[in-house]
């Protein structure tokens, strides 16, 4: 098995109250699906959409956002998988892509050796 | 842990209460901003870290937080709830203030106030219902328009004025102010048309029927628990709510068609509901008005304790309807008082009644005029004259589910005045 870390983009605000929860609802069954079939190493964590960005040999300190919103990673997981099209086979199912600019990178992790 | 249905919803009334009290009801907008806020927050840890043991306190938490930091920024620059003010601008009074604004009693008194402030005579009923579910029972405006079966646009358009006028009151209604008694009533008239609209709704949802019907119920309860508006008439609003939502479940058959009232199968009618309704009928009658939600919901009661059609009291019913139709006279009771009269003394007597309606062209365009009509024909054994009736009523019907019904029973009409021909034996 190897490992690889799906970054999650792309954010909109739910329409409401009811339409949020179903959207979670369904991040949780196919979190729980792949937990379930072994396929999560760490379920990692929401990153805040603001922060700082140090840069440069001046250490140049910067207010978020760095990106376009839509570009911005808004979250990431662990997933173990027995290679790269099966990881990316497993992303597909994210309710992510119910947003217009929804994406999932999925990038391996390297190993030594 | 698993939240409960609808939980998002059912918190936002009680955030946005707790806010509005903070920011004063000119910031409504606001109030609704943190509460998006705070749930968009939740649902991004929820759904990957999981729900947590007590997610209302969570989301309380989220709110409040975001309340603190949103009036230090801004108390400057924006005039908050003018009785919190002194209150707001030292750092000493601030979080007790906030904190205060956030136990069930007082959002519970603030949901009150918002109830009566959405039914500002200003108002036409359709904005005060579509008000009351957007702010108390945090439906967006998709969710609204689904229900009552209109454009998103016109929804949204009827909440933006509705909020217009709610900010220009500048506070909400407060329960002792001098029009309590007649805004209480029309608070009552808003929620029975909420339920209304669940009850007799067009959409073959079921669900989204039920909801708007559980809605209505829990503001209605809600004005039970406050001694002021407790008054016998809530009592009897909840009750027939209770006693009509109690039938819900038989009022859709297997195909999700309408099945009237003779046809329900009443083993599925929901008998909690009923025992819950007939208790609040009781408490109801401790005054010594009875008022239209009285009489409704005791011949919503009748039906209620008959196992069926022939075993109905309809000398009760229609001597309910007699009097419902002094106190509220209306062709549509009238109607209904005339079906009643046809199950006691049979259809003759019934179409006499429905003859002797005085104002029936009001009913010119209700489809169920020339239906009960075309029942009444059919029950006589005049086929031909009952298919015409349906045939007006098809034409009537306000939507596909009142057609279908129709239509269903112009089929039988028709069959009924021309019997196919035997096959061969």
């Not at chain 2, 859709?252 to 007939?278: E, F, K, T, V």
């Not at chain 2, 019904?405 to 196919?420: C, G, I, Q």
């Amino acid at each position: 098995m190897a490992e690889f870390v799906y970054l999650y983009r792309g954010n909109r605000p739910p329409q409401s109250p009811e339409d949020g929860q179903q959207r979670m609802q369904r991040w949780m069954t196919w979190l729980k699906e792949l937990t379930d079939r072994g396929h999560v190493k760490d379920p990692g964590h929401p990153l805040e959409r603001s922060g700082k960005l140090v840069s440069g040999k001046a250490r140049t300190v910067t207010d978020a956002p760095f990106a376009e919103a839509k570009d911005v990673i808004g979250g990431y997981t662990l997933v173990e998988a027995a290679d790269l099209a099966q990881a990316t086979t497993l992303a597909s199912g994210c309710p992510i892509f119910e947003i217009a600019e929804g994406t999932v990178e999925i990038r391996p992790v390297m190993r030594m050796g | 842990m698993e939240l409960g249905d609808h939980f998002f919803r059912r918190e936002s009334g009680r955030l946005v209460a707790a806010l509005t009290r903070i920011f004063g009801v000119h910031n409504l907008a606001l109030a609704e901003d943190v509460v998006q806020d705070a749930f968009c927050r939740a649902l991004e840890v929820w759904k990957v870290r999981g729900v947590p043991d007590n997610p209302a306190a969570w989301l309380m938490a989220a709110a409040r937080h975001r309340a603190l930091d949103v009036v230090r920024r801004e108390r400057t620059a924006r005039t908050f709830a003018p009785e919190l003010t002194r209150w707001l601008e030292s750092e000493w009074t601030l979080a007790p203030v906030v904190d205060e604004s956030f136990t069930s009693a007082v959002i519970r008194d603030e949901q009150l106030r918002m109830m009566f402030s959405c039914c500002h005579p200003s108002l036409p009923e359709e904005a005060q219902i579509a008000l009351i579910l957007n702010v108390l029972c945090g439906f967006g405006a998709s969710e609204v328009a689904t229900a009552f079966l209109t454009s998103r646009a016109a929804v949204e358009k009827r909440i933006t004025r509705g909020k217009k006028a709610l900010a220009n009151a500048e506070r909400l209604f407060d329960l002792s102010d001098d029009d309590f008694g007649a805004r209480l009533a029309s608070v009552r008239a808003a929620l029975y048309l909420l339920f209304n609209e669940g009850y007799h709704s067009a959409s073959s949802e079921t669900a989204v029927r039920a909801e708007l019907c559980d809605e209505a119920i829990r503001l209605t309860s809600m004005l039970l628990e406050t001694e002021a508006t407790a008054e016998p008439a809530t009592f009897a609003l909840a009750a027939l709510m209770c006693l009509h939502a109690a039938r819900l479940p038989a009022r859709l058959d297997a195909h999700g068609d309408l099945s009237s009232l003779p046809d329900q199968d009443r083993s599925r009618w929901n008998r909690a509901l009923i025992d819950r309704g007939l208790a609040l009928l009781e408490q109801a009658s401790c005054g010594s008005v009875a008022t239209a939600y009285h009489l409704e919901a005791a011949i919503a009661a009748v039906h209620a304790g008959s196992p069926s059609i022939a075993s109905t009291n309809w000398d009760a019913i229609v001597e309910l309807y007699d009097r419902l139709l002094k106190l509220t006279p209306s062709p549509v009771v009238a109607l209904n008082r005339a079906v009643a009269v046809a199950q006691r003394d049979g259809p003759d007597a019934g179409l006499a009644a429905i003859r002797a309606i005085p104002d029936a062209d009001r009913l010119r365009d209700y489809p169920f005029y020339p239906a009960a009509i075309g029942e009444l024909e059919l029950r006589r054994g005049d086929a031909a004259s009952a298919a015409r009736a349906f045939a007006a009523a098809v034409g009537l019907a306000r939507n596909p589910l009142e057609r279908r019904f129709l239509e269903r029973r112009l089929r039988t009409a028709e069959t009924t005045s021309h019997p196919a021909p035997a096959g061969p034996a």
